[in-house]
Every structure is written in structure tokens, then in C-alpha cells.
């Protein structure tokens, strides 16, 4: 079946700019995971939602990121006047409620560029 | 969570078995252990998990001795095409645990003909 899907895969913004990045789990999965990662930080996670429960917000860096979930599905991670050190690739995973807790399903990435 | 502690880079020639070894001394009883992969301009790809002793899929082993608090992944006869980065995570689970990754620096496995 279809797997985890992001749009855009690359998109390049000026500093000061808002941006929104969207990701398409896989059907049926209500775990729902937002990293990003640099050449500086690895691979870090961001945002955590699952199901009808308060997202896990822990890994945000400031304010000016957010991120929300709609109907359980599609996920929008939006951050707000972009800095240069936003620029990474935003990876979005799935994971299936009775699959296992380690076993995610991650999509290829939207390359962010500030700028 | 338990930090994890892997080599930075490896090299290994087609048709090899390469070890692949991870210390994660501060485990917790309710923590497994998880490998993923990941190729340039990819996401990662859950590779296989373990608790205990010894697990194995089409893929790869891996291996855990008692104490957990190492773990080796094991990859047969090696091919050109598993030139990758290999990430050792210990996930917490339980109830409201999320199974978050905490991503390390990875192995930087290269192979060569």
C-alpha cells in the first residue's frame, strides 16, 4: 500500500517567512511523528500526536513552531518567521497502533532552505 | 532515556558479515532496543527490534546478551547496496511512552567491491 507521503519534498523560503509542511501518514495509522534533521543536530524529534490525545509538544525548539493534526489524519507542521537555522530536511513518520512501539514508518522528507 | 554508543564508521567489503555493535548501559526494564537504516535523501527504515537474546528477520540479527546493555546487529554477506547509515535507539514503551526516537550519530557503513 501507499506509504508515508510529504509535500512539498523541497522548498526554499526567504527569512521572516511562514511555511507549512504537510504529511500524509499511512491509512489507518494514528501515530503520528515530526522530526527534522541537520548536518549540526542529527536527526531530532519534533512533535508527537496520537489519536484524540494532547500532542507531545517536547521537542518543538521555540514558539514559532506548531504543529496540528486534523481528523486524525493529515498532520500540517507550520513555522512561523523562519530563521536560517530552520533549514533542514522535516521528516514525517506513522506508526500503527498495534504495530511495534519502535517500528515507524517514515516518509522522504520536505528540504527546507531559509534564505 | 538510555544514551547509545556506536562506532562512527565501519568499512566492510561485498559479501562480509558486518557486526555491528551498540553500549546503551542505562536501559531500563521497560526500554527495547531498535535499529534503523537510512540512505541518503531518505527517510530512515525500521530495520528490526529486540528485548532480549537473539532476534532475526529477512534483513538482519540481532543480538543481546543478558545484562542488555549492549547489542549487536548483525548484517549476512553484505552487498554494495547496504553502503548506509545504521542507528541504534532504545525505545521506552508503555502506556503513554509515544515510542519517540531518540536518534544518535549512527555507524556510517561503508562497503567496498
Known amino acids: 500500500g501507499a506509504g508515508v507521503s510529504q509535500s512539498p519534498s523541497n522548498k526554499v523560503t526567504e527569512k521572516g517567512k511562514d511555511v507549512e509542511l504537510r504529511c500524509d501518514p499511512i491509512s489507518g495509522h494514528t501515530a503520528l511523528y515530526w522530526y527534522r534533521q541537520s548536518l549540526g543536530q542529527g536527526l531530532e524529534f519534533l512533535i508527537y500526536f496520537q489519536g484524540n490525545s494532547a500532542p507531545d509538544k517536547s521537542g518543538l525548539p521555540s514558539d514559532r513552531f506548531s504543529a496540528e493534526r486534523t481528523g486524525g489524519s493529515v498532520s500540517t507542521l507550520t513555522i512561523q518567521r523562519t530563521q536560517q537555522e530552520d533549514s533542514a530536511v522535516y521528516l514525517c513518520?506513522?506508526?500503527?497502533?498495534?504495530?511495534?512501539?519502535?517500528?515507524?514508518?517514515f516518509g522522504p522528507g520536505t528540504r527546507l532552505t531559509v534564505t | 532515556l538510555a544514551k547509545t554508543t556506536q562506532p562512527i564508521s565501519m568499512d566492510s567489503y561485498e559479501g562480509q558479515e558486518v557486526n555491528i555493535t551498540c553500549s546503551h548501559n542505562n536501559i531500563a526494564t521497560n526500554d527495547y532496543i531498535t535499529w534503523y537504516q537510512q540512505f541518503p535523501s531518505q527517510g530512515p527504515r525500521f530495520i528490526i527490534q529486540g528485548y532480549k537474546t537473539k532476534v532475526t528477520n529477512e534483513v538482519a540479527s540481532l543480538f543481546i546478551p543478558a545484562d542488555r546493555k549492549s547489542s549487536t546487529l548483525s548484517l549476512p554477506r553484505v552487498s554494495l547496496s547496504d553502503t548506509a547509515v545504521y542507528y541504534c535507539l532504545v525505545v521506552r514503551t508503555g502506556v503513554g511512552q509515544g515510542g519517540k526516537l531518540i536518534f544518535g550519530q549512527g555507524t556510517e557503513l561503508s562497503v567496498k567491491p
Open positions: 513518520a506513522s506508526r500503527a497502533t498495534s504495530g511495534r512501539e519502535g517500528e515507524q514508518y
